[in-house]
């Protein structure tokens, strides 16, 4: 008998008063261009003393096949098991203001009884604000600055608002825990910061810092980049160096950069240029399905 979604987790017995704190979250499996996602997850947990308060049953939820964590052998013995975990971290920012964060691997299965028990946490602290984040690839050069588009569940909380229309692509756990919050009347958003395609698969620290502006813009967190700066200060320095070492990249970034500015003095729109045809919907989720099917290979 399948469990509870309440049954999916454990939360622990002192946690403080919560009402008014934003939950962030972020989940291996799905496309993080660049890394975008997990490097910002990275400096929150490396910058801010954090505590788990909350633990869901990665046994109910992930395919230990499909992904099969790490096991340490040594000698003539197994020592280590390396177990994933999905969790919500307790965090403080600079001025004391508490805000969670949950992070682990995209469960596998069960995603509505995972979206029922973050809504039941949501409903518990008193969150008043939910937000995912991660990279997505795009025709952008790393020379011109690099936009962070937002989604929400109403109008008003929409900053930065998507060149897409209307296109159906390969779903995710934090757009169906966007969507099922905004139907149960949560305020809900998510972030996508554009990496340049030629970047997707590496780490790119800029895109973090992207995310991270756009974040502290919309929750009003206290949260210092620090040393997300300087190290996307010397990815962009290794970009530059490289570029200049090859004529032909060299001259794809130049292109880039002329449709860049071309789009941007005629529209808004980033996807296409003056004169040229709009891509389909297919057309989009065909260039995403390709994307995610060259990070499977990779992994």
Do not use: C
């Not at 939950?23 to 490396?46: K, Q």
């Not at 004391?96 to 946490?121: I, K």
């Not at 970047?199 to 620290?205: E, F, V």
């Amino acid at each position: 008998m399948a469990m509870d979604s309440e049954e999916l987790f454990e939360v622990d017995s002192d946690v403080p008063d919560l009402s008014g704190a934003v939950l962030l979250h972020h989940f291996d499996g799905f496309m993080d261009a660049g890394s975008a996602g997990s490097t910002l997850v990275e400096h929150l947990l490396a910058t801010h003393e954090h505590r788990v308060v909350a633990r869901f049953d990665v046994d109910e939820l992930v395919d230990y096949r499909a992904r099969r964590p790490v096991m340490t052998y040594d000698t003539d013995r197994w020592t280590h098991y390396d177990a994933p975990e999905l969790v919500v971290h307790l965090l403080h920012d600079a001025v004391g203001n508490p805000f969670l964060l949950m992070t682990g691997p995209e469960p596998d299965r069960r995603w509505e009884a995972v979206a029922a028990a973050v809504r039941a946490l949501v409903e518990r602290w008193g969150v008043r604000l939910t937000i995912g984040f991660h990279g997505i690839p795009m025709g952008v050069p790393h020379t011109r600055r690099l936009l962070v588009i937002t989604h929400a569940t109403r109008p008003e909380l929409v900053t930065e608002k998507s060149p897409f229309s209307r296109v159906q692509v390969p779903g995710h756990l934090s757009a169906l825990l966007e969507l099922r919050l905004g139907e149960a009347g949560h305020d809900a958003m998510g972030f996508a910061a554009y990496v340049p395609h030629y970047l997707a698969q590496g780490t790119y620290p800029g895109a973090a810092v992207g995310l991270l502006e756009t974040l502290t813009k919309a929750t009003g967190l206290a949260i210092e980049p620090g040393r997300l700066h300087e190290s996307a200060k010397r990815t962009d320095a290794e970009v530059a160096r490289q570029v200049a070492e090859s004529a032909e990249v060299a001259e794809m970034v130049a292109a880039l950069e002329r449709q860049y500015d071309s789009f941007t003095e005629a529209s808004d729109n980033l996807l296409v240029g003056e004169g040229e045809p709009v891509p389909t919907a297919d057309e989009l989720a065909a260039e995403l399905e390709r994307f995610l099917a060259e990070q499977s290979r990779d992994n």
